[in-house]
C-alpha cells in the first residue's frame, strides 16, 4: 500500500489506517470472538496497513489490550495511536474529562501497559478540556517525548486557536477529525490551518459511520448500544434525505468497477497527500474492500464532476445532539 507522511515531523505511516474503536463499543453488540479480531487486525498488517487507531476510553481499556495483543508480532513493523482525555470512577467507567498533566503521565503508562509496548508512536488528546490550559496538555507530551515514552503528539477534535496554541508548545503530527463526504465541515477553517502548519489529518468515520457503503437506508433498525440510534444525522427522515449522496457514490463506482465505500475513500485520499483515513470494521469482507479504496484512481475529471454533483445535495441532519457537540471544535 502506498504510504504517507503525517506532520512536518516526518511520521509515516499507510495511506490507509485501521479504526478499532468498533470492535469493543459504539456500534451495536460487541464481536464475540476476541480471536477473530485479532485474526482481522493481523490481517491488515498483513495486507500493509502500518497504523492503527486505539483508545484507553474504548470498552473503557479493553480495545488497547485488543490491539496490543493482536499486533504483539509486528511491533516494530506498525504504528499505534492511542489517546488520553477522560476521567474514570472507581468502577471504570466514563466520568467526564480530564487532562491534568498528572493524569496523562498516569494514562500513558497505563496505556503502555495495556498495549504490552514501550513507547506510543502517536498520542492524542481525545477532547479539549477547558480546565487545563492547552499549554499544559502539549508541554506534558513533549516531557513524555522527550522521556521515550511517547513518539508524536496529537489532537482530536480540537479548534484552531487550540492546535495553534498547542503546536506552538510542541509540535502537533496530526489532528484526528470526522471528515468526508458525509461530514464536510473541516474544509472550512481546519483544513487550511493544518496545511500552514505542516500537521496530518487522521478522519475517523470516513464512510459517514457507515452510511456512504450503501448498506444503510431509511427502513435500517439500529440495535441497542449503537451510538447512531441517537445521531440526528442517521433519523429515518434523514437517511431518506440523504440517500441522494450514496446514489451518486453508486453511479461513479459502477464506472470504476468499485463499491461507493471505496469512492468515498478514494476521494478522501485524493483531497490532500497527508490525509490518511482510518476505517473500522469487524468483517474480513469490509476490510478486503476498504485495502481496495486506496487503489481506487479517481481523475481531475473525475473529481470535478463528483463535486459539482454532490455541491447539488443538501444534506440533513446534524452531526450530534447538542450536548456532544458542545465536546468538539474548541
Given at each position: 500500500?502506498?504510504?504517507?507522511?503525517?506532520?512536518?515531523?516526518?511520521?509515516?505511516?499507510?495511506?490507509?489506517?485501521?479504526?478499532?474503536?468498533g470492535m469493543s463499543q459504539s456500534f451495536g453488540?460487541?464481536?464475540?470472538?476476541?480471536?477473530?479480531?485479532?485474526?482481522?487486525?493481523?490481517?491488515?498488517?498483513?495486507?500493509?496497513?502500518?497504523?492503527?487507531?486505539?483508545?484507553?476510553?474504548?470498552?473503557?481499556?479493553?480495545?488497547?489490550?485488543?490491539?496490543?495483543?493482536?499486533?504483539?508480532?509486528?511491533?516494530?513493523?506498525?504504528?499505534?495511536?492511542?489517546?488520553?482525555?477522560?476521567?474514570?470512577?472507581?468502577?471504570?467507567?466514563?466520568?467526564?474529562?480530564?487532562?491534568?498533566?498528572?493524569?496523562?503521565?498516569?494514562?500513558?503508562?497505563?496505556?503502555?501497559?495495556?498495549?504490552?509496548?514501550?513507547?506510543?508512536?502517536?498520542?492524542?488528546?481525545?477532547?479539549?478540556?477547558?480546565?487545563?490550559?492547552?499549554?499544559?496538555?502539549?508541554?506534558?507530551?513533549?516531557?513524555?517525548?522527550?522521556?521515550?515514552?511517547?513518539?508524536?503528539?496529537?489532537?482530536?477534535?480540537?479548534?484552531?486557536?487550540?492546535?495553534?496554541?498547542?503546536?506552538?508548545?510542541?509540535?502537533?503530527?496530526?489532528?484526528?477529525?470526522?471528515?468526508?463526504?458525509?461530514?464536510?465541515?473541516?474544509?472550512?477553517?481546519?483544513?487550511?490551518?493544518?496545511?500552514?502548519?505542516?500537521?496530518?489529518?487522521?478522519?475517523?468515520?470516513?464512510?459517514?459511520?457507515?452510511?456512504?457503503?450503501?448498506?444503510?437506508?431509511?427502513?435500517?433498525?439500529?440495535?441497542?448500544?449503537?451510538?447512531?440510534?441517537?445521531?440526528?444525522?442517521?433519523?429515518?427522515?434523514?437517511?431518506?434525505?440523504?440517500?441522494?449522496?450514496?446514489?451518486?457514490?453508486?453511479?461513479?463506482?459502477?464506472?470504476?468497477?468499485?463499491?461507493?465505500?471505496?469512492?468515498?475513500?478514494?476521494?478522501?485520499?485524493?483531497?490532500?497527500?497527508?490525509?490518511?483515513?482510518?476505517?473500522?470494521?469487524?468483517?474480513?469482507?469490509?476490510?478486503?474492500?476498504?485495502?481496495?479504496?486506496?487503489?481506487?484512481?479517481?481523475?481531475?475529471?473525475?473529481?470535478?464532476?463528483?463535486?459539482?454533483?454532490?455541491?447539488?445535495?443538501?444534506?440533513?441532519?446534524?452531526?450530534?445532539?447538542?450536548?456532544?457537540?458542545?465536546?468538539?471544535?474548541?
Open positions: 500500500m502506498e504510504m504517507r507522511i503525517l506532520g512536518s515531523s516526518k511520521l509515516e505511516v499507510s495511506a490507509l489506517g485501521f479504526g478499532c474503536m453488540p460487541n464481536p464475540g470472538d476476541r480471536s477473530q479480531m485479532i485474526d482481522l487486525l493481523r490481517t491488515a498488517a498483513g495486507r500493509g496497513v502500518t497504523f492503527f487507531d486505539t483508545a484507553e476510553v474504548y470498552g473503557p481499556f479493553v480495545n488497547e489490550e485488543l490491539v496490543g495483543e493482536a499486533l504483539a508480532p509486528v511491533r516494530d513493523q506498525v504504528v499505534i495511536a492511542t489517546k488520553f482525555g477522560f476521567a474514570f470512577d472507581a468502577d471504570g467507567r466514563q466520568s467526564g474529562l480530564s487532562s491534568q498533566p498528572e493524569h496523562i503521565r498516569r494514562a500513558v503508562d497505563g496505556s503502555l501497559r495495556r498495549l504490552g509496548t514501550g513507547h506510543i508512536d502517536l498520542l492524542y488528546q481525545h477532547r479539549v478540556d477547558p480546565q487545563v490550559p492547552i499549554e499544559d496538555v502539549a508541554g506534558t507530551v513533549k516531557d513524555l517525548i522527550a522521556a521515550g515514552k511517547v513518539g508524536h503528539f496529537g489532537l482530536s477534535q480540537a479548534g484552531t486557536r487550540t492546535i495553534r496554541r498547542a503546536h506552538a508548545v510542541q509540535p502537533v503530527t496530526a489532528l484526528q477529525s470526522e471528515y468526508s463526504l458525509f461530514w464536510r465541515e473541516p474544509e472550512d477553517e481546519i483544513i487550511p490551518v493544518l496545511e500552514e502548519l505542516g500537521i496530518g489529518l487522521v478522519p475517523f468515520s470516513p464512510l459517514g459511520r457507515g452510511f456512504l457503503t450503501g448498506h444503510i437506508d431509511q427502513a435500517t433498525q439500529f440495535g441497542d448500544g449503537d451510538i447512531r440510534a441517537n445521531l440526528p444525522r442517521f433519523t429515518a427522515e434523514a437517511r431518506a434525505a440523504n440517500q441522494a449522496l450514496v446514489d451518486l457514490l453508486a453511479r461513479i463506482a459502477d464506472g470504476k468497477d468499485a463499491t461507493p465505500a471505496q469512492i468515498a475513500l478514494a476521494w478522501l485520499l485524493a483531497q490532500k497527500p497527508w490525509i490518511v483515513p482510518i476505517p473500522g470494521t469487524t468483517k474480513m469482507h469490509r476490510l478486503e474492500e476498504n485495502i481496495g479504496g486506496a487503489a481506487v484512481e479517481l481523475t481531475r475529471e473525475d473529481l470535478r464532476q463528483l463535486e459539482a454533483a454532490a455541491s447539488k445535495i443538501s444534506l440533513q441532519g446534524a452531526r450530534y445532539p447538542e450536548e456532544l457537540q458542545k465536546l468538539v471544535g474548541r
